[in-house]
């Protein structure tokens, strides 16, 4: 069975930088695409970015293109999402997901996932 777990998560002020960090407890770390997702109170869970099984390729959601960066380490089974230049619009609930699927454009999309973590969260204060 697969788990993740989210970590780093906090609060900050507008303009700083966190690092979150996701460890997955499988045995073949590499077979899975990553993927980070958040949701704000009151919103629908958006995707933010995602990165496939090498970590040569990566996407991004437009409103953290440039200042998120995702990356992974597949001998220490975890996926990092870098966030800098933080805003308080980036206030939300972070949650790393895991796909075993081909890649296709649905990596956006939540239904493109089969594993989720717990979330951690992340206030980024005026």
């Known amino acids: 069975q697969v788990q993740l777990a989210e970590s780093g998560g906090g609060l900050v002020q507008a303009g700083g930088s966190l690092r979150l960090s996701c460890a997955a407890s499988?045995?073949?770390?590499?077979?899975?695409?990553m993927g980070w997702f958040r949701q704000a109170p009151g919103k629908e869970r958006q995707f933010v970015a995602a990165?496939?099984?090498?970590?040569?390729?990566?996407f991004y959601a437009t409103s953290v293109k440039g200042r998120f960066t995702i990356s992974r380490d597949n001998a220490k089974n975890t996926v990092f999402l870098q966030m800098n230049s933080l805003k308080p619009e980036d206030t939300a609930i972070y949650y790393c997901?895991?796909?075993?699927?081909?890649?296709?454009?649905?990596?956006?999309?939540?239904?493109?996932?089969?594993?989720w973590g717990q979330g951690t969260q992340v206030t980024v204060s005026s």
């Open positions: 997901a895991a796909a075993t699927g081909h890649f296709t454009n649905s990596i956006y999309g939540s239904d493109y996932y089969d594993y």
């Open positions: 499988v045995p073949t770390f590499s077979r899975y695409a």
């Open positions: 990165v496939l099984w090498s970590g040569g390729n990566t």
